[in-house]
């Protein structure tokens, strides 16, 4: 049973574009969802979070927007780069953060140039 | 300041072999997290431990035992390493614990590229 549900499963996006990956999540108790980013051979690494007492959160060109009624939310990257492809992960946790995460299946994002 | 190190990088075995992936955070970290990552599936949870001398199973423990050997190590081990374990293992750490301003960052290592034959 997958918790959180990510697509699409790949993107591709020209340079100075929008790219978008969504996430949906079944577990009304989780309370802490993040993206991380991972470049190949790399491990994970955090991107951005959002607690769910807000709808929006930026930061620079990377906005995540949260639909806590629809269990919902999104990452934004604005004016996508080169240097923005990689793998991009959903999760979310509970207990505010305290827990365990559980990801999505990712999205590999190609920024063509 | 390392992070979180994981060895080996690279790994073959054999259908029945057992092995130990070590993993040692240098962060101060109560929490860390050992997390397998296939192809279109995302990161799933094999073991985590919320604080030196506890562990408790994720989502797919099955074929393995983890020891938190100190707060600085944890360690994952196969008994008898099957095609199916053929995987990139991540582990990873974060402050967890309890405190008002927890920071919930977790900081995974490099992984280690398993192939059971």
């Known amino acids: ?113 | 300041n390392a992070g979180v190190t994981q060895t080996p990088k690279f790994q073959v075995l054999k259908t029945g072999q057992s092995m130990t992936l070590q993993c040692a955070q240098d962060m101060n970290h109560n929490s860390m997290y050992w997390y397998r990552q296939d192809p279109g599936m995302g990161l799933r949870l094999i073991y985590y431990s919320a604080s030196e001398g506890t562990t408790d199973k994720g989502e797919v423990p099955n074929g393995y035992n983890v020891s938190r050997l100190n707060k600085r190590e944890f360690s994952l081990r196969l008994e008898s390493a099957a095609p199916s374990q053929t995987s990139v293992y991540f582990c990873a750490s974060s402050e967890g614990g309890g405190g008002l301003f927890l920071n919930t960052e977790a900081f995974f290592g490099q992984g280690t590229r398993l192939t059971v034959v």
Request: glycine share 8%.
């Open chain 1, 1 to 113: 049973q997958q918790q959180v549900k990510q697509s699409p499963q790949s993107l591709i996006v020209q340079k100075g574009g929008i790219s978008i990956i969504n996430c949906a999540y079944e577990n009304t108790a989780f309370d802490y969802f993040p993206w991380y980013q991972q470049f190949p051979g790399k491990g994970p690494a955090l991107l951005i979070a959002i607690r769910p007492d807000v709808s929006e959160k930026k930061e620079g060109r990377f906005t995540i927007s949260f639909n806590k009624s629809a269990k919902q939310f999104s990452l934004h990257i604005m004016d996508s780069q080169p240097g923005d492809s990689a793998t991009y992960f959903c999760a979310a946790s509970r207990d505010t953060g305290r827990r365990a995460l559980t990801f999505g299946s990712g999205t590999r994002l190609q920024v063509q140039p």
